[in-house]
């Protein structure tokens, strides 16, 4: 089953959204923990910065499974890479243009 344009492009928009998220908690990981390291932050400050940065993994892992084929809603799953499939699991319907 092929996907309208507007489908595709919005199944595209969505793993942009995606991979953005993710490089932006990884890079604030990276920032947490190097104020953490290089500043003696108080107690109530570690637990802040952790507690943000778990509502930022939460909410990219809630983006990434809000993602459902527009065809039959399948969950679209991705590959370890973080790289959209080829094609619906349970349709078949591809998930790029012809």
Do not use: D, N
């Not at 489908?7 to 990884?26: P, S």
């Not at 570690?46 to 499974?65: D, E, P, S, V």
């Amino acid at each position: 089953m092929a996907l309208t344009e507007a489908q595709l492009k919005g199944i595209h928009a969505w793993r942009r959204r995606v991979v953005i998220l993710w490089i932006v908690t990884m890079g604030a990981a990276i920032v947490v923990w190097a104020v953490a390291a290089a500043f003696a932050l108080p107690l109530a400050a570690q637990i802040a910065l952790g507690a943000l940065l778990l509502a930022l993994l939460g909410f990219a892992i809630a983006t990434m499974h809000r993602g459902k084929c527009p065809s039959c809603g399948q969950p679209i799953r991705f590959a370890p890479r973080i790289e959209l499939p080829l094609a619906c699991s349970r349709c078949r319907a591809s998930f790029y243009s012809a």
